[in-house]
């Protein structure tokens, strides 16, 4: 079986995902930090026919990932897509005027930081197969401006601009990577706005392998 890795699963967006990926026959392997929320999302897609179990990992702590990509090999086999979107709420977000190296730090370490360990760890083994593929997840304020969120706009562009950047140097070593930016209210009521619609676009871009980036827009005003 296939096998996708999510990192930074939650019940929102990364349970959508793991179950559109499972319901097309993929294993799933989900991350986070907390070991109760990811065991019990394992269980769930488990009960739905979908072979699927949790490991945990920091993304503020590089070597956790390395070693939680490790684990995931060893017991599952090779992986074959990876997705990261994780997010910490408890990360200091600040206006466009109020951003200063303290508190911008803190996100290109997390966001940036984490996601350069968890590709880094993947790579290797999807470039020797000539195959594979990741899928990088920000907001929208990678691409549009959103002056309350500053500090972590920057970060989310930088991984944009590196995510684009893989892309173009790996396609024809036959690994496919996108980056996907969401401006929207993820199951604020809004048909497209729902975690299983937008799940769709991610199976989309895995089997079209195609474009370098999408922003999923629904959003009012």
Known sequence: MPLITIIGAGPGLGLAIARAFGQKGFDVALVARDRSRVDALAA???????????????????DTIRNALRSIREALGPIDVLEFSPADRALESVDAVDVTMENLQPQIDFYLGGAIAAVGAVLPDMVAAGAGTVLVTTGGGALAPTPVRGNVNIAAAG???????LHAALAEQGVYVAFV????????????????????????????????ELHYVAYDG
């Open 159 to 165: 991984l944009r601009n590196w995510t684009l950047n």
């Open 44 to 62: 769930q897609l488990t009960a739905e026919g979908i072979q699927a179990r949790g490991f945990t990992a920091d993304v503020g702590a590089p």
């Open 181 to 212: 930016a969401i401006t929207a209210l993820i199951g604020g009521g809004r048909p497209d706005a729902e975690p299983a619609v937008i799940a769709q676009s991610y199976v989309r871009l895995h089997d079209e392998k195609r474009d370098a």
